[in-house]
Nanobody, 115 residues
Framework: QVQLAESGGGLVQPGGSLRLSCAAAGSFFSLYVMGWYRQAPGKQRELVARLTSSGSENYADSVRGRITISRDNAKNTVYLQMNSLNTEDTAVYYC?????????WGQGTQVTVSS
């Protein structure tokens, strides 16, 4: 059983930055593959970034170079540093992991990019 809780969303102007956090409650966090997804209104949920236990990172083409995923295993937390935000980054951002066949999701945090 894994519980995930996101925080750090909010309203930011175009060109601004935000850092999202996802705290995980569960054992063996350091072994988890952690992901950040987002879902904009009227669109499907999409992968933003993924970070393996060995430190391998994957990014969606739309965010590569602007967004960085990282983790602090001592704090059971994964982060999403988002820079140079634009209006197309507006979405609910979700933290994700999977154990076996079961996927776990947080409740999501809203990010709104607007002037």
């Amino acid at each position: 059983q894994v519980q995930l809780a996101e925080s750090g969303g909010g309203l930011v102007q175009p060109g601004g930055s935000l850092r999202l956090s996802c705290a995980a409650a569960g054992s063996f966090f350091s072994l988890y593959v952690m992901g950040w997804y987002r879902q904009a209104p009227g669109k499907q949920r999409e992968l933003v970034a993924r970070l393996t236990s060995s430190g391998s990172e994957n990014y969606a083409d739309s965010v590569r170079g602007r967004i960085t995923i990282s983790r602090d295993n001592a704090k059971n937390t994964v982060y999403l540093q988002m820079n140079s935000l634009n209006t197309e980054d507006t979405a609910v951002y979700y933290c994700n992991t999977a154990l076996g066949r079961r996927a776990y999701w947080g409740q999501g945090t809203q990010v709104t990019v607007s002037s």
